[in-house]
């Protein structure tokens, strides 16, 4: 199996990171105390640890979260559905994945089947555990993401926690030296469908369980009122996926997250 390739633009990552190395201790401290960062688009919700998940139960991690490591010339798998895909962008490498690369300034490998889910076969490929199963041992990434996924909704829950289980041991077993990090489903309409909201519930709890990072679309607020309409194409086409620019916005919101996962301190296995 062959997948879509992604390089960064020269230089610009480092643009975004030439502050780390001089801001030393200070960045040490804020690391620890800062609990938000306010956007340029209103909101001031930092990504959290899956340890930090609050879905009304009290979500405890049984495994310590590491700092997220992701060296500049890492090969980052970002696996998914539709939105990996890049549907409803002019052309699918405009899509938030692919726009990661120059985000991070990493290469990416983008492995998105439309339609698809932990329990839906997708339109151009089975499910995520049989794709998972289909994966190249030679990819060897540094740092996989699985975003999603909303296509689950309509069959949640009978079965759900199960195939994502087995998806997950599966891609662990698959790229044991990998960071793992879960993406959430974020909303393809307003107000959240319930099941949508429980399945990012769920995936919280299943990723604190095992000490992976988790982050929130939903959470965050990624897509709100305010920005729906710029965010997401409502049309015949589009089908309720990113815009362009909807993807570009992703993108950046995803580097943002990412880059922050970095700066965050271990985090114990008993931390509320």
Known sequence: MTYPLCMHAPGRFRGRRLWLPLAGAALAVAAVCAVAVVRPWGTAEPAVPATAADDGAGVVASAPLAPLVIDDDARV??????????????????GFAYRLADELGVETIVDGVRGSGYLKPGIDGPAYGE????????????????????????????????????????????????EIVI???APQVLPVEKATRAIDADLAQLAAARGWWYISPIAEDWIAEANYLDVIDTGPIGRNHPTTSGHAYLAQRLA?????LEQQPAVAADAP
């Open 183 to 185: 993406l959430g489903p």
């Open 77 to 94: 798998l970002v696996f998914g559905d539709s939105w990996v895909y890049g549907s409803a962008a002019t052309v699918p490498t405009e």
């Open 131 to 178: 794709r998972i199963a289909a994966l190249d041992p030679e990819l060897d990434p540094d740092v996989v993401i699985v975003e999603g996924s909303i296509n689950d909704r309509r069959a949640y829950p009978a079965g759900y926690r199960d195939a994502v289980t087995s998806a997950w041991d599966a891609l662990h077993a698959l790229y044991p030296e990998a």
């Open 256 to 260: 943002d997250d990412l880059e922050r």
